[in-house]
């Protein structure tokens, strides 16, 4: 196919707190030091953004070397970053402001609470022709519930367990609620300014949904498509396995738009293709790689692990070709193992302690930093 790598970059949330796995609040502080990273809403959350980059190689310690610059600030304030995407044991009762004066943080917190109090990553990849952008948005909005699926890392909130594997997909504030499938640039314009008139969008940027096209004036000039509903991967390995997916469906579907459109494919209309993908997520947010889900191509029911295993099948000759079937080997493990959910849930069911499982996977994020240091070094 002599496909060429996408740019690729990432937003990503991060929790601080007690190595005893304790949620404390330093975001305002940190980004008085540290430039790289801003603050959210809540001060228990601060984010990073890459610099867009190709291989994969690149990426990987431009996903680390913030987290090492983060966590050694922490260190000398006897803290450190924690693992999952929600207030595992924090306390979701009180919304703790990292910037008060902020008139649209306290739109935020009147309006949501602390359901957006939660850590994520974003996946951008550059796609600039507008057409391809479109028929990757529908394709990857009607697979976005697997990739919810691998990421799944918030089973826990205020020291139980809420009985899913990812918490914060289940109580996030999609917005709006109901977002179409968009046939085109043209009908993604006129749906925005519509949200913006009726007040259901405050603006540019509160439009939170799994999947996004962005760009630098939105809605207008697009440039990258936002792959937002995956639950933070403390793993680079397996985040870098997951994006590598994302990205050969979408080469794949550059090269036959035909065979992967939605649009194209598709038995069920663009309103049951909507319903279809959000009933999906909602599933994935449940039980992650244990859930059913139903196909974009005929609706007929299907295991998520069964429709992961299919993808990485129809990846696999392009994947040999750009020499990233090594990338993709993490995707196996998740579903030979478990996610981080799935293994959290059943140490826990085992009588481990929630603290416990928190403290042992923050020692773990420090050891893929630390040794990944030596090795580069």
């Known amino acids: 196919m002599n496909m060429r790598f996408l740019l690729k970059g990432f937003e990503v949330e991060l929790f ?4 005893t796995g304790k949620n404390v609040g330093v975001a305002a502080s940190v980004t008085e030091d540290l430039s790289e990273f801003v603050i959210e809403p809540d001060q228990r959350n601060l984010e990073f953004i890459t610099s867009p980059e190709r291989q994969y190689s690149v990426l990987r310690e431009a996903l680390l070397s913030p987290r090492r610059k983060l966590r050694k600030w922490l260190a000398q304030r006897n803290l450190t970053i924690l693992p999952g995407s929600t207030l595992s044991l924090g306390n979701s009762n009180y ?3 990292s910037d008060p004066l902020n008139p649209y943080h306290e739109l935020i917190e009147n309006t949501y609470g602390t359901d957006v109090v939660t850590s994520s990553v974003h996946i951008n990849l550059g796609i600039e022709d507008s057409s391809i952008l479109f028929a990757a948005l529908r394709l990857i909005r009607c697979e976005s519930a697997l990739f919810l699926a691998l990421s799944a890392s918030s089973p826990f909130l205020d020291g139980r367990s809420t009985g899913v594997h990812s918490q914060r997909w289940i109580q996030f504030p999609k917005t709006p609620k109901q977002v179409p499938l968009f046939v085109n640039h043209d009908h993604y314009v006129s749906w925005f300014k519509t949200q913006l008139d009726k007040g259901i969008m405050w603006n540019e940027r509160h439009f939170w949904s799994s999947v996004r096209p962005n760009g630098d004036r939105r809605p207008h000039d697009l440039n990258r498509l936002e792959i937002r509903i995956c639950d933070l991967i403390t793993d680079c390995d ?3 396995a997951v994006t590598a997916l994302i990205e050969l469906r979408i080469l794949t579907l550059i090269h036959g738009v035909e065979q992967l459109d939605p649009l194209e494919v598709s038995n069920l209309n663009v309103n049951e293709l909507a319903l279809l993908s959000d009933l999906n997520d909602i599933a994935a947010a449940k039980t992650s790689i244990d859930s059913t889900l ?5 609706g007929k029911s299907i295991k998520c692990r069964d429709w992961i295993e299919e993808l990485l099948e129809s990846v696999s000759p392009l994947a040999m070709e750009m020499d990233m079937i090594e990338t993709l080997k993490p995707i196996q493990h998740v579903l030979n193992n478990g996610n981080q ?6 140490r826990y069911s085992h009588g481990e302690s929630i603290e416990a499982l928190i403290q042992q996977s923050i020692s773990s994020m420090e050891q893929e930093e630390s ?3 030596q090795d580069i070094s």
């Open 95 to 97: 919304f703790e402001r």
């Open 16 to 19: 601080t707190g007690s190595f």
């Open 294 to 298: 139903n196909h974009w191509v005929d």
């Open 371 to 373: 040794t990944t240091h």
């Open 341 to 346: 959910a799935i293994q959290w849930l059943d």
């Open 238 to 240: 397996l985040l870098l």
